[in-house]
């Protein structure tokens, strides 16, 4: 069964940059598509953006296409989201999951446990 780990989060100042990290030990990344959530105090989760196997890149949230992008190393077998000017509303835990299917349809069976996220001054 696919397992997933989130790494890289911590405190930062609003502007700055933090690259978050999803992992797996138990399967090859290779094939699956990987979207990126986040859950900001008091709210639902929700999703942030998503980049299939074939780097297709699809943002959940349009106020991120600008500061956050999504990349892929196989060779290490890790999915990184960097994150750039951050703002206070960016605070939240942040996950990563994975699905065989597209980020349309969005159906992600595997979820990590999440790596907190905090932009304050």
């Known amino acids: 069964q696919l397992q997933l780990a989130e790494s890289g989060g911590d405190l930062v100042l609003p502007g700055g940059s933090l690259r978050l990290s999803c992992s797996s030990s138990t399967s090859s990344l290779e094939s699956y598509t990987i979207g990126w959530y986040r859950q900001r105090p008091g709210r639902e989760r929700d999703g942030v953006v998503c980049i299939n196997m074939h780097n297709y890149i699809q943002y959940y949230d349009p106020f991120v296409k600008d500061r956050f992008t999504p990349t892929r190393d196989m060779a290490t077998n890790t999915v990184y989201l960097q994150m750039d000017a951050l703002k206070l509303e960016d605070t939240a835990a942040y996950y990563c999951?994975?699905?065989?299917?597209?980020?349309?349809?969005?159906?992600?069976?595997?979820w990590g446990q999440g790596t907190q996220v905090t932009v304050s001054s």
């Open positions: 999951a994975a699905t065989k299917g597209s980020c349309l349809a969005a159906d992600f069976a595997s």
